[in-house]
């Protein structure tokens, strides 16, 4: 027997514990790549053919990888690409949906019908398909799938940052300031955008995790990092061809990735409720 | 203590939020005797709600029956379990809730959605189940019970949903009827349809009723026995007659006060301050630091709960037994406030106003849409100081008016003069110039305010806007907040962590802080307490008369008109039915509309036996 | 009326496959790279480029090569493969089929599962039931389509288990027994993920739902908790359910990519793969504008659906 709006709303302790996970996670994901950058126990290319698949043991804590490689090394120094991916994907979705959402939540029209087919149609396309869409123009490459996944992700932004635009266009203090003379910019940006901040960092939270596997994805299938750069996603589909030999090669990488989009998660939607934000059912 | 039907004995909820324990309702005590009707008057935060939801045995997860018994049939109902409860819910207690709309299954007919309910509990299925919904259906005058029984509940109007309710809840002839808030989301006349219904429903059937509400009026209507609460403390409980002509508490003298009334311009008196929600409240008495008779002895003992001599009428005040002292405050005196204002010179002249919306399928601007109206033809004329009030229910087209004057409706026809000049026709320097000039406050002061920002900010905007140095915009905001009653801690200060009343006062503070002319006041004080809502009226006349601007008041509650306005115009539907002096409007109105609305308006006196 | 709104509906379908089309096409041609010198490599001749773009129609203004494509696609022509050297539609139509049955089957498996936990976590919110399913799905979410399917192969696929195939396909004209068999795998994939995705989604719309006046309503009229929740709650949860489950299709298309690329499994997803990593443009376009026409239909179905079941729609 719930009735929650009777009662003054407690942030349920779940909710706490999401987020000290979350950050943790995070905390230790991002901590891998940083690390990475700088140090690893082995070079990440240092072939040693004598201790091919090892498992882990002196020296190699994660064991070797097919050509005798470290795998610890290489999901270290492999560490800065995902984060590349994940972060640098979310950004350029965030820099294309933000502008486009606050400017046609608030000026509702023709423009702004025509704005949502187009996005509407593209959320037709899943994210991976549009990604490998604007791959096969650019060519695969790092650089190329953070612009994929960016543009991918830009699609999914808008229709975020445009309800909660909605929700705040709505309110009165938006008609008090129409009353008042405000000109449109900064009725987008100074009243709006200070309001719709919450769920724009919840939904980036969650999507750099999200755009990080798919990175990972489009690594796997040779379209993102090119071999033998260390990546975890090459390093994973590398792993799958001996792995009824050791699954070592294989799960260093898994580890990594599912740590990493974990963590992310836990951390948006532990934002979520810190926030105290109501989700819609649209996003899981 | 004859036949008690429901015995709420000390009953003391907390909730649970953040750690922390928030005592909602301490010690509330009421006994429910058959055919009786109760009313529970209180603002919010007074623990109303809770205290009925409780007697359902229906507490969030999060609340905490400290203490108390609610007997019905010697069975305590906080202790009993699902199964137990699922025979007493609905069939001997049943509840009315306050939003109708919501209440329903939208999924489901309506006459099912009642017809579910005989079945559960009475066994009636079929063709007998439908017969018997469709006299339930008559009993709450809705005519064509076929029609209504198949319909879907967006299908009927709200005042029609209301009587659904009232139908499923009377299906099994409950003992006892919780109505909360029954009729505050309905229109006015609505409203006062609702009322006219359960009043003539409470003669023919032998329910108890719990009537809680926030509008004295409306539960002077019905109640044979009032409770106030206020902070989660019943401070007073006894026979309607004696709560209404002598109360013997300092909150219900203040409540009673306060509420605007039809009958004549009078003082209105609010309370300062607002309810305290510590939980360390109920170690004194909880009306203590908006008292004005409060004495050492209130802030740190709890006044116990005293009988008084007259029978049946308890009050929780240190004086219950010496009404002499709670009598008359210092400097309280009677008299009419709100003095008419000298009429000046028009400031806004209006002819010929016509506002047309287009709505229709919107699918890439193609498709028919139907064109509607939503003010017709307005014209009026506003002079300096005085205070021209629109009334109308919702769908009149008073707000849409309210917004046509500040130029934020696109497709307007007709003149506006300001100071003889067309707004219309404003250039950008013009608008500037005016915008200073003319001001709006809306009606939810939670909506009007950015949550992001501070007091001062929000209040220095305008200034901002006008190009006024930061210095001097300081020391203007400053003095304007200082003026609506707030003081400077309050300017760091973010909208949540002020008070509805509070917050009500920075955006009046918004709108003063240019000096303007005209203010546009959109429902001011609808979505406030009427405590609270008096304290705001009196900081407006005081305004005016300190300024010389002039006020255009949109509401919809007549008594609050009543107490304010120098002329009034009545809207319907877009048009204007009658319009002229307030007091011949209130005192001789002649169109059937306006008739009908201020018979609408519940009096706090007590109806003579009809 | 009805046919009215059917009629937009649909209308709004085409709309958007038509905007769907155009973005195809602007994101193969309109970014850096050309065709003919893909085909033909680095060293070949200006003659010969030029002689193969008037062949492949390149030489034409962009919106004319947009039409010609657009104009042939109602009939099933979607151009010809560079690489294949056959007509593209023919390719596609080939694995649209054997894409769609795993996608069916993974629908069917998924929505079975996760509908009723879905509202099983939510009924019992907060018990350790709920605790754990909830748990279940962020494993399901956060392992990766790439990272479950190795683990399957070794477990499955390879000794000492070893009863499934890890890879390829037997079409079911040869062989049923085969079909199936080479189909467990990636649907088995595809499902953890998809019923992950659909029970937090369905959890979280019937916690709305409970949490609702009406709910409240029709405990309070002494209805039994499991009449509310049959009776009253799902019928409101499940329209919305029906829509989220026509989104996941959109999830669900992406993975398949993955799936039959790591299964060798010869459908759309494995189809574009190739394409783009070979820059076959006309069979990229091809499948990427099938795999969106997908979900649209899914979408259009759905509506209707949503629509018929809501009365606030069905009944104005």
């Given at each position: 027997m719930s009735e929650p709006r009777l009662a003054p709303e407690a942030p349920a302790p779940r909710a706490n514990r999401y987020l000290v996970i979350g950050a943790t996670l995070t905390g230790l994901t991002l901590g891998t790549a940083v690390l990475g950058l700088l140090y690893s126990p082995y070079a990440p290319a240092q072939v040693d053919l004598l201790h091919r698949l090892a498992p882990p043991g002196a020296g190699h804590l994660l064991g070797t990888d097919r050509f005798g490689r470290d795998v610890l090394s290489r999901v270290l120094a492999g560490g800065w690409r995902s984060m590349t991916l994940g972060f640098g994907a979310t950004a350029v979705g965030l820099a294309i949906g933000l502008p486009i959402a606050l400017l046609t939540g608030l000026h509702r029209g023709v423009l702004d019908q025509a704005v949502m087919r187009v996005v509407d149609a593209l959320l037709s396309i899943p994210t991976l398909v549009f990604a490998l869409l604007v791959i096969a123009g650019l060519g695969p490459g790092l650089g190329q799938a953070v612009l994929a996944l960016g543009v991918a992700a830009a699609p999914k932004f808008v229709r975020i940052v445009r309800s909660a635009v909605l929700d705040a266009a709505s309110q009165d203090y938006v008609t008090a300031a129409r009353a008042r003379g405000e000109g449109a910019l900064y009725i987008q940006y100074g009243e709006i955008l200070p309001n719709v901040w919450a769920p724009v960092i919840v939904e980036a939270s969650i999507s750099v995790g999200f755009a990080l596997v798919g990175g990972a994805a489009l690594s796997y299938l040779g379209l993102g990092t090119q071999p033998p750069q260390p990546d975890w996603g090459v390093m994973i589909n590398e792993a799958q061809k001996y792995i009824s030999v050791s699954f070592w090669p294989l799960l260093g990488p898994a580890l990594a990735i599912c740590a990493s989009i974990i963590g992310f998660n836990l951390l948006g939607e532990g934002l979520r409720d810190r926030l105290h934000l109501r989700r819609s059912v649209r996003d899981a | 203590m004859p036949d008690a039907l429901l015995d709420i004995q000390d009953l003391s909820v907390s909730f649970v939020a953040g750690g922390r324990s928030l005592p909602a309702l301490r010690e509330f005590g009421l006994t429910l005797h058959p055919g009786e009707v109760v009313g529970l008057v209180g603002e919010s935060g007074s623990g109303k709600s809770t205290a009925l939801l409780a007697a359902m045995s229906y507490l969030p997860d999060n609340a905490r029956v400290e203490s108390g018994r609610i007997l019905y049939r010697g069975s305590d109902l906080l202790r009993a379990d699902r199964s137990t409860l699922d025979t007493i819910r609905g069939r001997r207690i049943a509840m009315i809730y306050q939003d109708p709309t919501t209440a329903l299954n939208p999924a489901m007919i309506v006459g099912a959605q009642i017809a579910e309910v005989l079945r559960q509990h009475l066994g009636v299925d079929g063709e007998a189940a439908r017969r018997r919904t469709h006299e339930l259906l008559r009993l709450v005058q809705l005519d064509d019970p076929p029609r209504v029984y198949a319909a879907y509940p967006h299908q009927l109007s709200g005042g029609m949903r209301q009587r659904v309710m009232i139908a499923m809840a009377l299906a099994c002839d409950p003992d006892v009827l919780l109505m909360d808030e029954p009729t505050t989301a309905l229109d006015v006349l609505v409203q006062a349809h609702v009322l006219s219904l359960v009043k003539s429903l409470h003669r023919q059937i032998e329910s108890a009723i719990v009537f809680v509400s926030h509008n004295l009026g409306a539960v002077a209507q019905l109640a044979d026995r009032i409770g106030v609460l206020y902070a989660g403390e019943l401070v007073e409980l006894g026979p309607a007659a004696q709560i209404l002509d002598d109360p013997q508490h300092p909150y219900t003298r203040g409540l009673i006060a306060a509420v605007p009334q039809l009958a004549a311009r009078r003082l209105l008196r609010g309370i300062p301050g607002t309810a305290s929600r510590e939980p360390?409240?109920?170690?004194?008495?909880?009306f203590a630091d908006r008292c004005a008779f409060t004495v050492d002895r209130c802030r740190t003992t709890r006044p116990p709960l005293v009988e008084l001599p007259s029978g049946g009428h308890t009050s929780r005040c240190h004086f219950a037994a010496e009404p002499w002292r709670i009598r008359t405050a210092p400097g309280e005196t009677a008299g009419t406030a709100a003095t008419p204002s000298v009429s000046g010179d028009p400031l806004l002249e209006v002819s010929g106003l016509s506002v047309e919306y287009r709505r229709g399928p919107a699918f890439l601007g193609l498709g028919r849409s139907r064109a509607i109206r939503a003010v017709r033809d307005v014209s009026f004329r506003l002079a300096r100081q005085r205070v021209l009030a629109v009334v109308g229910e919702s769908g009149s087209g008073k707000s849409t008016l309210a917004r046509t004057l500040l130029r934020l409706e696109p497709k307007v026809q007709g003149q506006i003069l300001f100071e003889g000049e067309d707004i219309n026709a404003f250039d950008a320097a013009d608008l500037r110039a005016y915008r200073r000039r003319a001001q709006i406050v809306f009606q939810n002061p939670t909506s009007s305010l950015n949550p992001r920002k501070t007091v001062a900010e929000l209040v220095g905007r305008p200034l901002a806007l006008l190009g006024v140095t930061s210095a001097e915009r300081q020391d203007r905001v400053g003095a304007t907040v200082r003026a609506v009653g707030l003081s400077d801690v309050h300017l760091d200060r973010l909208p949540e962590q002020l008070s509805g009343g509070e917050k009500q006062r920075v955006a009046l503070a918004r709108a003063f802080v240019t000096e303007p002319d005209l203010v546009i006041l959109d429902e001011p004080t609808t979505a406030l307490d009427v405590s609270v809502q008096a304290t705001i009226l009196e900081l407006l006349l005081e305004q005016k008369a300190r300024t010389g601007c002039a006020y255009l008041l949109i509401s919809h509650d007549l008594a609050v008109v009543r107490q304010v306005a120098d002329e009034v115009l009545v809207m319907r539907d877009g048009a204007v039915c009658e319009g002229g002096p307030a007091e011949q409007i209130f005192t001789h109105p002649v169109h059937p509309y306006t008739r009908d609305l201020l018979a609408a308006v519940p009096d706090l006196r007590r109806p003579s036996a009809s | 009326m009805a046919v009215a709104f059917v009629a937009r509906r649909l209308g709004a379908g085409l709309i958007s496959l038509a905007i769907l089309s155009a973005i195809i096409f602007a994101c193969t041609h309109v970014l850096p790279g050309d065709a003919a010198t893909a085909i033909l490599g680095e060293g070949a001749t200006p003659e010969a480029l030029a002689a193969l773009r008037t062949q492949l129609g390149l030489d034409r203004s962009l919106p004319a090569q947009f039409l010609g494509w657009l104009g042939g696609i109602p009939v099933g022509a979607f151009g010809t493969s560079t690489t294949l050297n056959q007509p593209a539609g023919a390719i596609i139509a080939e694995r649209f089929g054997n894409s769609l049955a795993l996608a069916a089957t993974t629908l069917a498996v998924a929505t079975a599962l996760a509908i009723p936990l879905g509202v099983a976590a939510a009924a019992h919110r907060g018990s350790r039931l709920d605790g754990s399913i909830l748990a279940a799905s962020y494993v399901g979410i956060a392992i990766p389509d790439f990272v479950v399917a190795p683990l399957l192969i070794v477990f499955?696929?390879?000794?000492?288990?070893?009863?499934?195939?890890?890879s390829g396909f037997v079409p079911p004209t040869a062989s049923v027994g085969g079909w199936l068999a080479h189909m467990v795998l990636p649907v088995l994939v595809l499902t953890s993920l998809l019923t992950a995705h659909l029970l937090r989604q369905t959890r979280s719309g019937m916690l709305e739902v409970l949490a609702s006046d009406y709910v409240r309503t029709a405990r309070l009229k002494g209805l039994p908790e499991r009449v509310v929740l049959w009776r009253h709650a799902l019928r409101n949860g499940l329209t919305t359910t029906i829509t989220v489950v026509a989104l996941d299709v959109g999830y669900l298309m992406g993975s398949i990519v993955i799936v039959e690329e790591i299964f060798a499994y010869p459908g759309l997803g494995r189809l574009i793969v190739y394409a783009v990593a070979n820059r076959d443009m006309p069979l990229v376009q091809g499948t990427a504008l099938v795999i969106g026409a997908v979900y649209v239909v899914a979408n259009v179905l759905a509506d209707l659906a949503h629509a018929a079941l809501n009365p606030r729609v069905a009944r104005p």
């Open positions: - | 360390s409240r109920f170690t004194h008495c909880v | 499955l696929a390879s000794p000492p288990l070893g009863f499934l195939p890890s």
